[in-house]
């Protein structure tokens, strides 16, 4: 099932349009939904996807989406056109539009429907906090969903519905509503689940590095699967951000949001904690700084008699001070331990002429001050 609905080229770039101006100001919907939903899910759309292990090891999906009489009738001709009302379970009518059936890999449907499903299990994240989906909470948005799995073998343990067969599960968002994880384990599945003693590892992330920016090439990885991801003790969602410089050159970050919509990162220390299915943790440390160093005592391009004191400091913390070219030593005798520069180096400047100091911090950022001194 490719979830993502049918429909004209106009009306998806709208929806496109829609959700890219709106996407980092509100929340990221869960990857499950279709796009045609994702512009009416506050009015009740509903959808119902199926997924089948082959064999092979591919994994065919299939659904139908729902949608009320008056989201039809916002939506193109050709698309009701598609739909057949029923009555569905909750006793209303509905306009159901069958979607694509599509055969991928289960790395394809991990990576484009946030489902992680294998020979002996799947697991489908319905609220915050992972890398893969980075998924909201069900019951934040009005919208029904109904998932259903179906494996090669008997479904031992499972927060889902089973079959009477026990190899087909069925979930949905009023039945599991608050479950973080949808999940279903067959007893091969259960045991590698707990034989995994290994917690997840960061790629792309530097433990206890200082950045300007938070690295877009970010990812958790696990033997099994990353089960929860928070940043400074909050579920997360990740966006990649993408600037153009004057020349246009093409720079990449990432940012991590709160469920809220609020951002996660902050200036100076930030902690990921990650924990997978056996609840093995890690936790990674890595500093961001976008401030540039403090230089006080000092003005750009100004004129000084004799001498010059000057005071730098750093929000997070220094790499390097220059003063002339040279660098400077900063220990505990430059450091000013009380008054109104307390936590500054100090140094005095007597050169008669041009002087320039620089300081950079550990994170790259650079400030610079040009002055003179005059007899």
Partial sequence: MAIYGEQSSVTCNEMIDYMEEDFIMKKKMCSLLLLTCMMFVLSGCRLYARYTLNADGTITSSGDAAYSVAEMEMLDADAKDKGTLKTLEDGKQYYVVPQKTETKSSDKVKEEDGIFITEDMCVYETA??????????????????????????????????????????????????????WYAYTQSGKDKITADTTA????????GKYYKKVPASIEFVDDILVAEVKLN????????????????????ATQWYKKNGDKATKQGKNVFTVKDLNGNKATYTFYLDIKKPLVKGVKENQTYK??????????????KITINGKKQKMTSKQLVKKG?????????VKKVGNNKVIATDKAGNKKTIKFKIVK
């Fill in 128 to 181: 915050g906090g992972s890398s893969s989906n980075g998924a909201t909470s069900l019951d934040e948005i009005d919208l029904y969903l109904e998932l259903s799995v179906t494996l090669g073998s008997q479904i031992v343990d499972t927060n889902g519905k089973l079959s009477e067969d026990g190899k087909t599960v069925t979930f949905d968002s009023t039945t599991n509503k608050g479950d973080v994880l």
């Fill in 200 to 207: 997840p590892k960061v790629k792309g992330l530097k433990n």
């Fill in 340 to 348: 109104k520069y307390k936590g500054y180096y100090k140094y005095t």
């Fill in 306 to 319: 004799k001498k010059v004191t000057l005071y730098v400091k750093d929000a997070c913390k220094l790499s």
């Fill in 233 to 252: 003790g909050h579920d997360v969602w990740p966006t990649t951000l993408t600037s153009y410089d004057d020349k246009g050159k093409v720079t990449k």
